[in-house]
């Protein structure tokens, strides 16, 4: 899959020349469009033409100025923030990252497609990052650590460097099985763009025939789209920074990866990021009852209704395992 990849990017660049301007407007639709020479970049700095449309995200909120609120929208963004953190939690992270349980090819396309959604790149991307950053968490090689770069370089700089852009498919060779995973994985700016057309659509619909609604086309796109997405991506951030420097550490990790109740209940139970790293293969990552997981919640209803299976638990044994001493006085639970 590496080598296709690599023949893809080149055949591209190849067809649309050198000219940097036009790979970079060939690189806003095709995220496979890059050459070696422009990944393996080892500047620190953001190529800020690349991701003019991930700064143009945050600067669209601004709209609201001019759109005002409702209800109407208020509910849609919160809605939207809702079933695409759990998109990235349950999916992207617990089933592409890690294989925490099973589901048919049906259900994987259609979450993989919904995360796809949040403008937090395809399937593949997130999850090659993730597995290196489990290789190597807190160390040198580590792609996002706040203990090495710093907070704001783990929130979101490095993702703005070229270095980040490609895909690590050495890592994902079980998902790059699955030619529509390769296609959101390529084309990972096809699902943002249908929401936010489909956002406008409905709102100007709901205009028309639906005044009571009080709501509009560019009030929906900027609350349901831009609002909700700004607001789920810092969320997902957060575990990368603050997770990994603010909370409590239960278990002696070689990382410094921390359990933390608030981050948790934004990030629907990534914030029990201790106990992730301490052990990964588990669905549900707040391992004991006062542990809120909400992904985890919804994952078994999931697999009551048959639509995902065999979630993998944590075993007794990793519960009291290499524990530290803040963590060692509590008692294991459910």
């Known amino acids: 899959m590496g080598s296709v990849g690599r023949n893809t990017d080149r055949s ?9 301007l036009v790979q970079t407007l060939v690189r806003w639709v095709d995220d496979e469009a890059v050459d070696e020479s422009y990944t393996a970049r080892t500047t620190d700095r953001p190529d800020w033409f690349r991701v003019l449309p991930f700064l143009v995200l945050h600067l669209a909120c601004l709209g609201v100025i001019w759109v005002g609120w409702s209800w109407t929208a208020v ?28 589901t048919s090819r049906f259900w994987q396309f259609l979450f993989a497609l919904l995360g796809t959604s949040a403008v937090q790149r395809g399937p593949l991307w997130w ?39 490609r895909t690590r498919h050495a890592l994902v060779k079980d998902l790059a099985a699955y030619p ?14 249908l929401l936010a057309a489909a956002l406008f659509g409905a709102g100007e619909l709901l205009r028309g025939f639906v005044p ?20 789920l991506f810092h969320a997902t951030s957060t575990i990368n920074s603050l997770d990994h420097l603010v ?28 106990n992730h790293h ?11 009852w006062w542990e809120v997981d909400l992904t985890y919640y ?11 299976r065999d979630l993998r638990r944590v075993p007794a044994r990793v519960l009291t395992s290499n524990l530290v001493s803040d963590g060692a006085s509590r008692r294991p639970g459910a």
Not at 12 to 20: C, E, P, Q, T, V
Not at 135 to 143: G, R
Not at 180 to 193: G, K, Q, T
Not at 251 to 267: M, W
């Open 212 to 231: 009571a609604a009080g709501t509009s086309g560019p009030q929906l796109l900027i609350w349901g789209f831009f609002i909700s997405t700004v607001v």
């Open 127 to 165: 999850a090659a990052h993730h597995r290196h950053h489990h290789k190597c968490a807190d160390k040198e090689d580590d792609v996002h650590s706040p203990l090495e770069k710093g907070f704001l370089w783990s929130h979101v700089t490095w993702l703005t460097t070229p270095a980040a852009f």
């Open 12 to 20: 591209w660049l190849g067809r649309i020349g050198r000219n940097r």
């Open 278 to 288: 301490h052990y990964a293969a588990s669905a549900r990552q707040g391992f004991f």
């Open 247 to 274: 909370g409590r550490r239960r278990y002696a990790t070689a990382d410094n990866s921390r359990n933390n109740l608030l981050l948790a209940l934004l990030t629907f139970g990534e914030g029990w990021h201790n």
């Open 75 to 102: 509910a849609v963004a919160a809605a939207l923030y809702v079933v695409r953190m759990f998109a990235i939690t349950a999916f992207y992270h617990r089933y592409f990252s890690h294989r925490t349980f099973r």
């Open 180 to 193: 529509e995973l390769r296609f959101l994985n390529r084309f990972s700016v096809l699902a943002p763009v």
């Open 298 to 308: 919804g994952l078994w209803l999931m697999a009551r209704l048959g639509i995902v």
